[in-house]
């Protein structure tokens, strides 16, 4: 029997040492001063919304002052003499930053950007009005919160998930605030004040000299943006940070150690997330009980642990399983389901950006399913040394799954961080040739896995051979595919659009076969079932089709890879009645450099954007008819159209112009220039 050391304890013993190491100088100042630089960026996020109130201003003052003078006292802050209060009081300006900050995007952007929250938030409101959430559609929430549809969760049928699809703390957590009379923003105040408190959680369970970078990470943006933007990951992180710091604890049968098992099963009602964690929480507990006491009391200790953590995640549960257990055990599975549209930034961006591996996502979850096995395994021969990876070797198998979302992978860092610093370490026994196999082994079944993924593609191809614009909106309001299916049975495809790491609901099926039937082509048009749904003409698109659990998107689809930009950019004066005013039209491409070509056709409109509504300009252009808008020029070989304006009435709204090109094959407008409005009148400007 083995008796490890944990690091903590280590520092404990070498703490005179460790101090010397922190003098004036040491590299520890260079920590203090990303800080400083984190805190600075604090006060840049404020200055972005401070017109919602000049509060802001101040504490975008406040923000770039602290950070200035953290960068200037680093050497200090790090040195022997400093008070630990010097520096909680940091802590305590970047926890604030944080909370002021999320205020701030609560006022400019209220509406709720995931159903998840909103989904949560309004089954918190079911349960209060005596309604069991899991047996209810939530589909009212999309409205109550404002969720815009290309924030719905699309099952490959094309219908939006409905049900609530989390254990019950997810909503149980705000029960507290909406009886309390809370309830605008409700879902949002809570997670906000839960990734606050793992800000301070993380703080005082690592290391006393990792502690600033504690401050970096969990000011990122990705983590405060989860956190405010409905991503409520922000609820189960610091208790799974609790564990890891507890659960030595728990080994050792020291006070607060039965704290870590009970966090676990909280963990573990909130959010799926932490069940794939759980078995590499029991190795841990198993192996380090074991090392210390023998494998009996190991075992007697796992039980226990188990014990509790499923007691701490049954007690949310059990008053909706007694209510409705199949709607409560089909709402907590929903994530594994099969017919939920994947999506993410794992493996399976791959599918929805180059549609590899489209029909193969079966694949896919065995490969998640043998690498979150293969590294228990892996866990187990190479305890202790990679024993605080408890947390993130589940990360290997959330990057296979079919869903695999960006907050799976870093949400998890902060726990894995405590864990690093406080649980034991040192070298492991298995032999290499025995990890040469097991690697081996888990890398070939990988690997054939992976080859069957690539081999298994959507019976369905698609491609954009036109499109139709709204003008002016600069978006894309119609779409004609040629759809093709290889398969030898007939399918009913839905199409959606891909915008921005999401699905747009459903589009409507204007003219073509609703089925496809088997080794044919179709052309089909389709329409844009709202706003939220249209693409920009600016940059690309792509149209994808969900079929029978496969994903077939199309390729890029470029509208335009010209623009237009207008030269001067601004009149500032008042421009006399009569006297002519020249604005050029510039051809630019993607990098804004002139793209010096003779002959394109490049038109500019006049618009008057009154109080009462649009009205026409009544400028001249190129002497043209007052009021004849868009008129057309040519460029010349610089690439410049030019466009003499005169305007001779007096209007009390300045005209603003505006300028575009024209597809020569799809005919519709695109390549939009900015708006520069002109203010005429009679006399001197």
Known sequence: MRTLVAPSDAIAEREPKTRAALRFGSDAAGAWILVGAVLVLWGLRFGIGAQESGWFALGDAISVAAGIAVMIGAPWLASVGVRRWVQTIVLAVVVLAFIVWAWQQILLAPAYATDELAFDQYAAHLLLAGVDPYRVSLAAAFPRYQVSPDAYTLKFNGSPVTTLSYPALAFLAYVPLLLAGVHAQAGEFVDIAAWAVTILVTWFAVRPAWRPLVLVLVSLSAYVAYAVGGVTDALFVPMLVGVAALLDRFADRRRLGWLAPVLLGCAMAVKQTPWLVAPFLALV????????????????????????????????????????????????????????????????????????????????????????????????????????LAFLLPVIALFFATRSFGSYFVNLVPPALVALGRWPSGPYTTSRRTLTWVFGGFGIASLSLLVGWLLSPSP??????????????????????????????????????????????????????????????????????????????????????????????????????????????????????????????????????????????????????????????????????????????????????SFRIVERSVEADPISFEANLVSTSGFYPYGYSQIVPIRFGPGRG
């Open 460 to 641: 369905l191809s698609v491609r954009i051979v036109g499109v139709h614009t709204s003008g002016q909106l600069a978006t894309v309001d119609r779409v004609t595919l040629a759809v093709e299916n290889s398969s030898s049975r007939p399918i009913v495809p839905r199409y959606t659009a891909a915008l921005a790491g999401s699905f747009s609901a459903p589009w409507v099926l204007l003219s073509g076969r609703a089925t496809i039937p088997p080794h044919t082509s179709a052309t089909v048009v389709i329409g844009a079932p709202n706003f939220p749904a249209e693409p920009s003409i600016v940059g690309g698109f792509q149209i994808v089709t969900l079929a029978e659990h496969t994903i077939a998107p199309s390729p890029l689809y470029q509208p335009g890879l010209l623009h237009v930009a207008l030269v001067p950019d601004a009149i500032g004066t008042r421009v006399p009645l009569g006297q002519p005013v020249i604005l050029h039209a510039e051809l630019l491409n993607r990098l804004d450099q002139r793209v010096r070509k003779a002959g394109v056709p490049v038109y500019l409109g006049q618009v008057v954007y009154a109080q009462r509504g649009l009205l026409y300009g009544g400028s001249s252009i190129n002497r043209s008819a007052p009021g004849a808008t868009p008129v057309e020029e040519l460029t010349g070989s610089n690439g410049v159209a």
């Open 285 to 388: 507990v198993l192996r380090l009980v074991a090392d210390r006491e023998g494998w009996r009391a190991a075992w007697r200790r796992l039980g226990l642990f188990v014990v509790v953590s499923a007691v701490a995640f049954a007690m949310w549960q059990i008053p909706f399983i007694l209510w409705d257990p199949r709607a409560w055990l089909i709402g907590t599975l929903t994530p594994f389901d099969s017919s939920v549209v994947p999506a993410g930034q794992g493996l399976v961006a791959l599918t929805l950006a180059f549609g590899i591996g489209g029909g193969g996502f079966t694949w896919l979850t065995v490969l998640s399913i043998v690498c979150l096995l293969g590294g228990l395994v892996i866990a187990w021969l190479m305890w202790p040394r990679i024993a605080w």
